[in-house]
Structures are given as C-alpha cells and as structure tokens.
C-alpha cells in the first residue's frame, strides 16, 4: 500500500464468500474476474485468503501464497498487504459451517476514492455504510410480484 497514502484511500470492504461441503467448483473464473477488477483500477485486493474448516470445527487458513494453483491470482500477491490478524480469522470461521471452504477478500473500492478524498479534506467522516444481500433484494421483489397478483 505504499503508493496510496491513507488521506487518498477509498471505502475498504471486506466479503466472505463460503462453498459448502462438496459445492465447490473452482474453475478459474473467481480468479480472472477478480483479476479484471483489478486491471480496470475498481478495486485493490488488500488481502485474500481461503479458510478450510473441518467437521470437527478445526480451521486452517491459507494467504495466496501458502496455495498452488491461484492463477490470475498470482500477480496480485506482491501487492496484498495481508491486513487480517488471527482474531479476524477467527470471528470469520465462527460463521462457517464445517466441512466448509470460505473466500475471504478485503479491497479498497478504489473508483471511490476520489470522492471518500474529498470528503475528507471537506471535513467529513463516514459514520455509516451498509451492504443489502442479494438474497434479500431478490426476496423483495419477489414478495411484490407476489402482492401485485
């Protein structure tokens, strides 16, 4: 993150993206979309993991690197700052089910940084930010098609 200072940052999220036991089925195309976010300066990967709970309720956590076959993810390694510490982990895994295979990604929205930016320097600080999953946005509609039959 060197080349950013923090007054210059954009909104940072973070999303977990969980595969089910035996649900899996990495082709590559996470990897080349996340890529392509990249490239095109959306976003900038701040760390990247995969955590592997067990049945037991073990997990494992592996960074970019610790994989084999990342693809088009092997160029974004030099670049990941590996911010997440072993709490972070921790509180992550607690919401996976066992035997399950999770994604965790952490990016800078850097299309908006320019305004985050110039908010700042106006004085402003972000109080609030929210997510709406696309479960529920498709459950709202789907209860006003409902309701308007």
Not at 6 to 26: K, N, R, T
Not at 42 to 56: F, G, H, N, S
Request: a negative charge.
């Amino acid at each position: 993150m060197s080349d950013t200072t923090i007054d210059e940052l954009g909104p940072v999220d973070y999303l977990v993206v969980e595969f089910p036991a035996g649900a899996s089925h990495f082709d590559g195309a996470m990897a080349s979309e996340l890529a392509a976010l990249v490239d095109a300066g959306t976003i900038r990967v701040l760390d990247l993991m995969v955590l592997q709970k067990d049945a037991d309720g073990s997990v494992e956590a592996f960074e970019i690197d610790d994989l084999e076959a990342v693809g088009d993810l092997e160029r974004l390694e030099g670049e990941i700052a590996e911010i997440l510490a072993a709490d972070d982990v921790a509180h992550l895994a607690a919401a996976m089910e066992p035997g399950s295979t999770a994604g965790v990604l952490v990016y800078e929205n850097r299309w908006a940084a320019p305004f985050a930016a110039a908010a700042r320097r106006s004085g402003g600080q972000l109080i609030a930010n929210g997510r709406i999953p696309i479960q529920a946005i498709i459950a709202s509609l789907e209860a006003d098609t409902e309701e308007g039959a």
